[in-house]
């Protein structure tokens, strides 16, 4: 036998052997807001929570969490998609040992791209501070598995990052603004987008390699905006819808530079806006009877204040686009990242979640 042929043998064979990457082996990391915290904000002393019914009433255990959803949310239906457990809160002490090398998350309702967006809400996770706690968790980490693999893990995971619409619903559009009187629809979203592009710099610097990042959804045609507009027939409100249509661009734009000057596809971002708009614009199709009023909340279209123990909730979730005046039903959220997975470029630029996975897992 060739010794050519004996070499072949004995690579393949190796290869077979050989430890297999696996897609749950992934470390998974989410930073941003109320769209993806899954109870963060249950630590702190703060306004924006979810820690009381009827929030969680479809959630496994059938308690609330601090997520903001009937049920699961986004973060929870990508761990589940990817074949993960689902990341606990960096917060929670429960956070600990083996459970850190499953990732984390680091979202905190109310916060935005500015710092100063959220004051109402007091104590919150903001960026930065989201950040140090990536830090510190890497320290943590690498008290367990050593530095050199803190970095593979690091370097190979998969994040999320969800930031945008606060800045827009409770900054820019909320009552006295500052931000408002002082610079334009146009301008407050050029000063959004670069400072942005910061935060994404720095988060490339602490190691993220493959950054899923979604833009915002159609915010004028949650029912909060639909009930504080005053609409009367359920149209979007016009305003907020411009906000969207100005933010969302941009932020492909800079997505697509900065992947240039790091010469690879870090960021990939995800849009949000037509994810959202496909059931918003035609909820019969998706199974939904309604897209413009709240599951649970009061007032018009179940749109005003928070939605509480004292709320107007409907029976069936699974027949409504939006569970609170801002937040989508498990359903909906389902139904979003089904497009994460599988959808076009329309969707996902450069690429979806699943040919992320398969990409990475010949690496």
């Given at each position: 036998?060739?010794?050519?042929?004996?070499?072949?043998?004995?690579?393949?064979?190796?290869?077979?052997?050989?430890?297999?990457?696996?897609?749950a082996?992934?470390?998974?990391?989410?930073?941003?807001?109320?769209?993806?915290?899954?109870?963060?904000?249950?630590?702190?002393v703060?306004?924006?929570?979810?820690?009381?019914?009827?929030?969680?009433?479809?959630?496994?255990t059938?308690?609330?969490?601090?997520?903001?959803?009937?049920?699961?949310?986004?973060?929870?239906?990508?761990?589940?998609?990817?074949?993960?457990?689902?990341?606990?809160?960096?917060?929670s002490p429960?956070?600990t040992?083996?459970?850190?090398?499953?990732?984390?998350?680091?979202?905190?309702?109310?916060?935005?791209?500015?710092?100063?967006?959220?004051?109402?809400?007091?104590?919150?996770?903001?960026?930065?501070?989201?950040?140090?706690l990536?830090?510190?968790?890497?320290?943590?980490?690498?008290?367990?598995?050593?530095?050199?693999?803190?970095?593979?893990?690091?370097?190979?995971?998969?994040?999320?990052?969800?930031?945008?619409?606060?800045?827009?619903?409770?900054?820019?559009?909320?009552?006295?603004?500052?931000?408002?009187?002082?610079?334009?629809?146009?301008?407050?979203?050029q000063l959004?987008?670069?400072?942005?592009?910061?935060?994404?710099?720095?988060?490339?610097?602490?190691g993220?390699?493959?950054?899923?990042?979604?833009g915002?959804?159609?915010?004028?045609?949650?029912?909060?905006?639909?009930?504080?507009?005053?609409?009367?027939?359920?149209?979007?409100?016009?305003?907020?819808?411009?906000?969207?249509?100005?933010?969302?661009?941009?932020?492909?734009?800079?997505?697509?530079?900065?992947?240039?000057?790091?010469?690879?596809?870090?960021?990939?971002?995800?849009?949000?806006?037509?994810m959202?708009?496909?059931?918003?614009?035609?909820?019969?199709?998706?199974?939904?009877?309604?897209?413009?009023?709240?599951?649970?909340?009061?007032?018009?279209?179940?749109?005003?204040?928070?939605?509480?123990?004292?709320?107007?909730?409907?029976?069936?979730?699974?027949?409504?686009?939006?569970?609170?005046?801002?937040?989508?039903?498990?359903?909906?959220?389902?139904?979003?990242?089904?497009q994460?997975?599988?959808?076009?470029?329309e969707?996902?630029?450069?690429?979806?979640l699943?040919?992320?996975?398969?990409?990475?897992?010949?690496?």
């Amino acid at each position: 036998m060739s010794t050519f042929l004996l070499t072949s043998i004995f690579i393949a064979a190796t290869l077979i052997l050989m430890p297999q990457q696996t897609n749950a082996a992934r470390a998974f990391f989410v930073f941003g807001d109320s769209l993806v915290d899954s109870g963060n904000n249950n630590y702190l002393v703060t306004t924006a929570r979810a820690d009381s019914p009827p929030y969680g009433i479809d959630y496994p255990t059938g308690r609330p969490t601090g997520r903001f959803s009937n049920g699961l949310n986004l973060p929870d239906i990508i761990s589940e998609q990817i074949g993960s457990e689902p990341t606990l809160p960096i917060l929670s002490p429960e956070l600990t040992g083996e459970k850190l090398l499953i990732g984390a998350n680091f979202a905190s309702a109310g916060i935005g791209i500015l710092n100063d967006t959220g004051v109402q809400f007091l104590n919150i996770l903001r960026i930065g501070r989201q950040f140090e706690l990536f830090q510190e968790y890497q320290e943590r980490v690498s008290e367990i598995i050593g530095s050199d693999k803190t970095q593979q893990l690091v370097n190979g995971a998969l994040v999320l990052m969800t930031l945008g619409g606060n800045d827009f619903v409770n900054n820019y559009f909320f009552p006295l603004s500052s931000r408002r009187r002082q610079s334009s629809l146009e301008e407050f979203s050029q000063l959004l987008i670069s400072e942005y592009k910061k935060i994404l710099v720095r988060l490339y610097e602490l190691g993220a390699r493959r950054v899923m990042v979604t833009g915002t959804g159609p915010l004028g045609c949650v029912p909060a905006e639909l009930a504080s507009s005053g609409s009367v027939n359920g149209e979007c409100a016009p305003e907020a819808q411009q906000a969207a249509a100005i933010f969302n661009p941009l932020l492909v734009q800079m997505l697509q530079g900065l992947n240039r000057e790091i010469g690879s596809d870090v960021f990939i971002g995800a849009n949000a806006f037509e994810m959202n708009a496909d059931f918003i614009n035609n909820p019969q199709r998706f199974g939904f009877v309604t897209s413009k009023v709240a599951c649970c909340g009061q007032g018009a279209y179940n749109g005003r204040g928070i939605c509480t123990p004292l709320s107007s909730l409907c029976p069936d979730r699974n027949a409504y686009a939006f569970w609170d005046p801002f937040h989508p039903t498990e359903k909906a959220t389902r139904l979003i990242v089904q497009q994460i997975m599988t959808g076009s470029v329309e969707y996902m630029s450069p690429m979806n979640l699943s040919t992320i996975m398969a990409l990475d897992s010949r690496i």
